[in-house]
């Protein structure tokens, strides 16, 4: 593997990893507001968010 090949490696894998943690943020932050209400085995939950 030649020097350039392996900084386009490096380069393309710091895209991908830009690009993942954008993604997870964006998905973070368009979660909504408000209130969340479980219902599961332990009884009823309710989450102020």
Avoid: H
């Avoid at 030649?2 to 993604?23: D, E, F, K, M, P």
């Avoid at 964006?26 to 085995?41: F, L, R």
């Amino acid at each position: 593997m030649t020097r350039t090949n392996l900084l386009y490696l490096a380069i393309g894998a710091l895209a991908v990893l830009a690009a993942v943690l954008g993604y997870n943020l964006y998905q973070e932050k368009k979660q909504a507001d408000g209130m969340q209400i479980n219902v599961g085995p332990g009884g009823i939950t309710i989450e102020k968010k």
